[in-house]
Antibody, heavy 121, light 107 residues
């Protein structure tokens, strides 16, 4: 079974750093891009970026460029999303998801991780 | 960024009803449009990709169509387990963007 399992909920204070994880199993981890999506009551679902586990190439949404860092450790089939200095506005549910691609534009996310709730206050 | 607009924002329907919801992009996106279902407290789940292709394992009562700039998700006969929120997402260009969602309640 293809699965993405994320790390647990986090409660942090503004200014702290944080790294959350997403571990893949049941498929060839280095073949598929991993995406990250934030969900908040105010802004709904927001795509943050994607990273390719084979070479760590990352594409960021302009809204999140410079605010977060995507990384991966392919030896343990795990992708990461990290912040160096959290703000209250970073609070939300964060999902990782595997990106399928039929071609450069015909792409979709499946499956998704269970989500990680980040609270900053 | 490409803006995705879904309508209605919420709807209530009875078991057995035919339910239709729509999504429109702020510019042409071809057929690069996906639909996801999200039940409360759960992660989104892919229903339809490339506007009209049914994801493996999804019941055939779900279908997606495109007519010019408008995309439609139809549930042919609503079932109790279909409650939740539905989101469209464009993959035509970065940054990928999602609609604001349609919340479906079962009467």
């Amino acid at each position: 079974e293809v699965q993405l399992v994320q790390s647990g909920a986090e409660v942090k204070e503004p200014g702290e750093s944080l790294k959350i994880s997403c571990m893949g199993s049941g498929y060839s981890f280095t073949k598929y891009w991993i995406g990250w999506v934030r969900q908040t009551p105010g802004k709904g679902l927001e795509w943050m970026g994607i990273i390719h586990p084979s070479n760590s190439t990352a594409i960021y949404s302009p809204s999140f460029q410079g605010q977060v860092t995507l990384s991966v450790d392919k030896s343990i089939k795990t992708a990461y999303l990290q912040w160096s200095s959290l703000k209250a506005s970073d609070s939300g549910m964060y999902y990782c998801a595997r990106r399928w691609a039929a071609n450069d534009q015909e792409t979709w996310f499946e499956p998704w991780g269970q989500g990680a709730l980040v609270s900053v206050s | 960024d490409i803006q995705m607009t879904q309508s209605p924002s919420s709807l209530s329907a009875s078991v057995g009803d035919r339910v239709i919801m729509t999504c429109r992009a702020s510019q042409s996106i071809g057929s690069y449009l996906n639909w996801y279902q999200q039940r409360p407290g759960k992660a989104p789940n892919l229903l339809i990709f490339a506007a009209s292709s049914l994801q493996h394992g999804i019941p055939s009562r779900f279908s997606g169509t495109r007519s010019g700039p408008d995309f439609t998700l139809t549930i042919s006969s609503l079932q109790p387990e279909d409650f939740g929120s539905y989101y469209c997402q464009q993959s035509f260009d970065f940054p990928y963007t999602f609609g604001q969602g349609t919340k479906l309640d079962i009467k």
